[in-house]
């Protein structure tokens, strides 16, 4: 009776146990989904925020920094920002903004030093080696080089000048008469420090530091680019190239991007083919 | 339960103010002192001290790092640089000589909020409170910790009140403003001590450490407690005096060993008798042979359980 009295009792209390176990289990559950679905929101970057130079790719670097704003506090030009709660940055994490303070590629990169975690890559010596992003130009529409006028700001002001930004002549079909110094970015050189976006004449930029994945294109894997790789290996891979063998009327050659229609009689101002359908007709028939 | 409005005005009339309240002046002192040292640098131009809680440079040779956010990141998959390793192992060994939770009563900012909301509760004489368990912050340490196995990324970090406050003010706040009221709030009208004492995952990690660290309180004269509960009543961890205070009769030392116990040494404070005193986790009662001495009091002075 005592026995099944203390067995009762253990068992009620055995119960209250689990009972308090599975609640407890349950609440952080749910508090650990929603915190992990909530870093999931909050982990992506919005566009226009860029993080310092050495930065891991976006999701590695979240598990790396610690937020503790060092980077912050050994920038010398104060271009690096913590982000907010409220902010879409991801509170507590290092940024800049490239239209109104791009980074100045220090080169001794203080603020990679600083990072206690290596979520700046210490591995980065060479600011020219690093990729925050990359400058698109991305209005052609606004762009007053695109409409015809000189400007150039981006091209003179970019860092790795000549490199990262080149200037690209073409004739002014508007006008007829000038040529376009259209600036075109290469994604090999550039570090996207946004330099070029800062100095954009612009009131709105035309060329804009974007993220390199959304910037960029990837050619299909299988993809070769034929006179590259002709370069490569010194001759053309596919098949040795053949003269093209026009099929014309006897006594006439054709040169490609050359003189045009040849004649062999040497009188290249001979027309080919006489007006008179009847000679065509005739042909061969005539010495008969 | 016997409330008075005002725990510790016995102490003041009989030690008057400054004695009845040394230990949380010292602590207002430490708590605002190293806010200021950080601000000292944005506002100032003084670099004595650089960065947050998280991860700090004194002087540019002394790094401190927050183990409990190293952890993270390294349970998130991070190498840390020697500094943050050699910050870690100071932190980590500072601790365990002052006891763990030093940094929730003389460090963490919140302790700023959840102070003033236990104060708000006795003068609003709030008695309910949600049964949160005070075990729960463990759970959620146990969470903080899982998260980045599983995501890759520091995700307590995202809406972490401790470190969000002392960033918040040392780089700008933000929205954080909410966060913190919402604790405020919470801790006043929800659950008492309710996000330190239940739910904060970080002072959970330092009360790990307060398990084995040296520096504790130690009610050294137990036998002239006189029952007047002012010593429970301001203690924000009220379960760990019972142990150290009313077991000498079961052969429990002095020493409140519980890590949950903060060292914020208010009960050392309000209590008129002085009971206690700060000493070490191997200290022992004032009176030499305490073990002859709990037989004695067995019959002396028998405790009552309302207590």
Known sequence: MADSTKGKGKGVSRRQFMGNLLRTACGMGLMGLGLGLYSKQASSLPA???????????????????????????????????????????????YFTARTGPCEMCEDIPCIPACPTNALDHNLTDINDARMGLAVVIDQETCIAFLGLRCEVCFNVCPIR???????????????????????????????????????????????????????????????????????????????????????????QYDLQGKGLIMDSGNTDDVPISSNPLDTLNRGFGDQ | MA?????????????????????????????????????????????????????????????????????????????????????????????????????????????????LACCTRRMLDIRSSTQISRSARYWMLGVTLVLPLVTGSIVWELVNPVSMMFRGIVFGLGMAWMILLG??????????????????????????LGRVSLLRVVAS????????????????????????????????????????CTNCGRCIDVCAEDVFQFGSRFSKEDANNSEGKTHIEKGDKPFSDAA
């Open chain 1, 162 to 252: 000549g490199k990262a930004i080149t200037l690209n002549y073409e004739h002014n079909v508007r006008s007829g008469k000038h040529a376009r110094f259209l600036p075109v970015v290469h994604s090999e050189a550039c570090t996207g420090c946004g330099l070029c976006e800062k100095a954009c004449i612009l009131e709105e930029t035309a060329i804009r530091i974007l993220p390199t994945h959304l910037a960029k294109g990837v050619l299909g894997k299988h993809y070769r680019v034929g006179w590259e790789e002709k370069e490569k290996a010194g001759r053309a891979l596919v098949a040795p190239d053949m003269k093209h063998r026009y099929n014309l009327p006897e006594g006439v």
């Open chain 1, 48 to 94: 226009l925020a860029i993080r310092p130079p050495g930065a891991l790719p976006e999701d590695e670097f979240l598990g790396a920094c610690i937020r503790c704003g060092l980077c912050v506090r050994d920038c010398p030009y104060d271009i690096l920002k913590l982000g907010q709660l409220g902010d879409e940055v991801v509170a507590g994490t290092p």
């Open chain 2, 183 to 208: 604790i405020f709030l919470f801790d006043v009208f929800v659950s008492k001590e309710g996000w330190c004492g239940r739910i904060c995952p970080v002072g959970a990690f330092y009360g790990l």
């Open chain 2, 3 to 115: 409330m008075k409005p005002r725990p510790g005005v016995e102490a003041t009339q009989t030690k008057g103010f400054l004695r009845a309240h040394k230990w949380l002046i010292l602590r207002r002192l430490s708590q605002f002192g190293i806010l200021g040292l950080f601000l000292l640098g944005p506002l100032a131009g003084l670099w004595i001290v650089k960065g947050n809680l998280a991860y700090s440079e004194t002087l540019e040779v002394l790094p401190l790092t927050d183990p409990h956010v190293l952890l993270q990141a390294v349970l998130a998959g991070v190498v840390p640089h020697l500094d943050a390793l050699i910050g870690v192992a100071i932190v980590v060994l500072v601790y365990l000589l002052v006891g763990g939770r030093v940094y929730c009563s003389w460090v963490c900012p919140v302790n700023l909020i959840t102070d």
């Open chain 2, 221 to 260: 004269k137990r036998d002239q407690c006189d029952d007047c509960m002012d010593c429970f009543e301001v203690c924000p961890e009220q379960q760990v005096i019972r142990p150290a205070l009313k077991g000498a009769d079961k052969g429990i030392g002095p020493v409140i060993t519980a890590g949950e």
